[in-house]
């Protein structure tokens, strides 16, 4: 049986920073609407029940409106997430009318969409994420999509590492079998292989990662996440939006290049405290049409698509002791020790959030923190029906417009 620990590990470095001054695009982490034709038993309920309506394409070049009056001339990146994006019927739409709006688009998809679909969307894309989840997908036309879409897009092959040995062994098995197509030139472009841990409570407060048995643990080291490429092939994907940060020592002046899937293969994601840049590098849609700084529940709600969002200004302190999102641990973000030192670059972080502060102010942190978390826990899970739980519901309801007006007026400019 599956077990969670309670968090990550503290990372062996200091900072998450751009690699160049100039590049920090807007990515928008999309969460399309909760339907999936797909049911993986490590999958929360909450991602494929269809229990959201679909999303109103009106509202979506409403909402894609207001990011650019507000972003400015920032370079826009969106990824399509669900549920399972390709089933929104007007989802072929969307990609062109953003396409067309000079927007870059990414996704995530299951792959079960049969290749003809792909084929008309495939050159849109800036890069395709596609998953293996053992339990559904069909090996072989799977394979088949991966040979044609790595010839047209960056792709990256996202292999789900269930604990359940047969589920475990299907997914070591398919990898077996994409290196061997790949080593036969029936791959024709370049594939990076992410090998995805499994998380317990996906997108809820207890998000926490999963305890894998020895053997497993010992297997993955051989074979880890690794890129297969031929000379000449398209770049990787997530090139703009990962490749290109760095993580920085602060006792010397070392950087190395920022590699996510080292890190959560390791558990180093645990970025309490440390101040976070989502909401500025970074948004996140829900299902439900919420606009959130990220998927982690950080930071208050800024709104609803189809009513006017509060878009952030400044970062936010973290109080999460696991960051599962590998787009989420990419985004900027330093620690206390960095912002200690006074030699170190933090301009973009609000110093006083962590030195400086006075004990009422750091009481008044903490109090924040335990109401985002309540309020959080309470918008991820499912609704009690119970009177008592209606009750809950109402307390916590006022709570939460208790918090916006204070929150909004101490973290809007
Ligand atoms: S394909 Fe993805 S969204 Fe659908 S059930 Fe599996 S993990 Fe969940
Ligand atoms: S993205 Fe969220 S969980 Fe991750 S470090 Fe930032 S605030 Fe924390």
Redesign the pocket.
């Known amino acids: 049986m599956e077990m969670s620990v309670s968090g990550g590990v503290r990372p062996n470095f200091d900072a998450i920073l751009p690699a160049r001054d100039d590049l920090r695009p807007l990515h928008i982490c999309w969460f399309l609407h909760n339907h ?5 038993s ?3 309920e909450s ?2 029940s269809g229990s959201f309506r679909w999303v109103d394409f009106a509202q979506v070049k409403a909402f894609v409106e207001q990011v650019k009056a507000h972003y400015g001339d920032r370079q826009i990146l969106v990824s399509f997430t ?3 994006p390709t089933l929104w019927p007007d989802f072929e739409k969307c990609v062109q009318y953003l396409t067309d709006s000079g927007i870059e688009i990414g996704m995530t998809s ?1 792959g079960a969409k049969p290749i003809e679909f792909f084929e008309r969307i495939a050159e849109k894309f800036s890069w395709i994420s596609l ?1 293996f ?1 053992p339990e ?1 997908t069909r090996p072989d036309k799977f394979l088949s999509l991966v040979n044609y879409l790595s010839g047209v897009v960056p792709i990256s092959v996202r292999i ?1 590492l269930p604990t359940e040995e047969k589920l475990w062994r299907r997914s070591m098995e398919f990898r077996e079998n994409l290196e061997r197509s790949f080593s036969e030139n029936r791959i024709r472009g370049r594939v990076q292989i992410e090998m995805v841990k499994t998380v317990s409570g996906f997108g809820t407060v207890n998000t926490a990662p999963i305890v894998y048995a020895a053997e497993q643990e010992a297997e993955l080291l051989k074979f880890p996440s690794r890129e297969l490429s031929r000379e000449g092939s398209i770049k990787p994907p997530y090139a703009s939006v990962l490749g290109e940060y760095v993580t920085h020592q602060n006792g010397d002046a070392t950087s190395a290049m920022l590699r996510v899937n080292d890190l959560v293969e390791s558990h180093q994601v645990n970025f309490q405290n440390w101040i976070c840049n989502i909401g500025l590098e970074q948004l996140f849609v829900g299902a439900d049409g919420f606009v959130f700084r990220s998927g982690c529940g950080v930071g208050s709600r800024l709104g609803r698509l189809g009513h006017r969002i509060s878009f952030p200004t400044k970062p936010v302190r973290c109080w999460k002791s696991y960051c599962h999102c590998a787009t989420d641990i990419a985004v900027s973000k330093i620690s206390p020790e960095w912002v200690k030192n006074p030699s170190r670059d933090s301009s973009f972080a609000n110093r006083e959030l962590l030195s400086g502060a006075s004990t009422y102010e750091r009481l008044l942190f903490k109090f924040y923190d335990s109401l985002q978390r309540e309020i959080f826990e309470l918008e991820t899970s499912q609704r009690d029906r119970s009177l008592r739980g209606r009750v809950r519901g109402i307390y916590l309801l006022l709570k939460r417009f208790w918090l916006t007006l204070q929150w909004s007026s101490r973290w809007s400019s």
């Open positions: 999936c034709n797909h049911r993986c490590y999958c929360h991602n494929w669900g549920g399972e299951n998953s989840h559904f789900m």
